[in-house]
C-alpha cells in the first residue's frame, strides 16, 4: 500500500461501505458513494451511475446468489484525487436461457476518488482486466455479456 496519508481511512471506509452496498444489493445507494459525474467503464462500454444502478437492478433478477471477495491493491493520493487499483473475485449465479449457470472471475479495477465539500466519492471506475468463466469453462465477458443478460 502507499504511504499511509490522513484521507487512507475515509477512503477505504468508502471502499468498504461500496462493498457493502454490493452485498445487500442496495443499488440506490450507488449515489451515496459516487459523484453524479460519476463513469463506469467495462468491455469499451461506459455507464454514468445511474445507468450503472439500471443495469445491476436488471441484471438481478436473473441472478438468485452472488459473492465478491475484493481487496485495495493500492491506493495513491494527490491533493483531493486519489487512485486506487483493486483486485476482486465474484462467483455468482446467473439464469441464462431458461438454465441456472454459474459465472464466475477475477476482476482487476482503477477507481478515481475525489474530496468534495470535505468527504471523498468515487469518480470513476474502470475494469483493466478480467479473467472470467462460466461453468467453469474460460469466457470473453465482451462476447458474452452475461452480466446483463437476463432471461
Do not use: C
Amino acid at each position: 500500500m502507499s504511504d499511509i496519508h490522513p484521507s487512507y481511512s475515509a477512503i477505504t471506509a468508502l471502499y468498504e461501505r461500496f462493498l457493502d452496498i454490493l452485498e445487500r444489493k442496495d443499488f440506490e445507494q450507488f449515489q451515496e458513494v459516487g459523484t453524479p459525474d460519476f463513469r463506469y467503464t467495462e468491455n469499451g462500454h461506459e455507464l454514468t451511475l445511474q445507468q450503472l444502478i439500471e443495469r445491476e437492478q436488471q441484471a438481478q433478477k436473473g441472478k438468485p446468489k452472488s459473492t465478491v471477495n475484493s481487496q485495495i491493491q493500492d491506493i495513491k493520493i494527490e491533493n483531493d484525487t486519489a487512485l486506487l487499483t483493486v483486485d476482486g473475485d465474484f462467483k455468482t449465479e446467473i439464469a441464462m436461457n431458461g438454465d441456472l449457470h454459474t459465472y464466475a472471475g477475477n476482476v482487476v479495477q482503477k477507481i478515481e476518488a475525489v474530496q468534495q465539500a470535505g468527504r471523498w466519492l468515487f469518480k470513476s471506475s474502470e475494469v483493466t482486466a478480467t479473467h472470467m468463466t462460466l461453468d467453469g469453462k474460460p469466457v470473453d465477458p465482451a462476447a458474452l455479456d452475461a452480466m446483463h443478460r437476463v432471461e
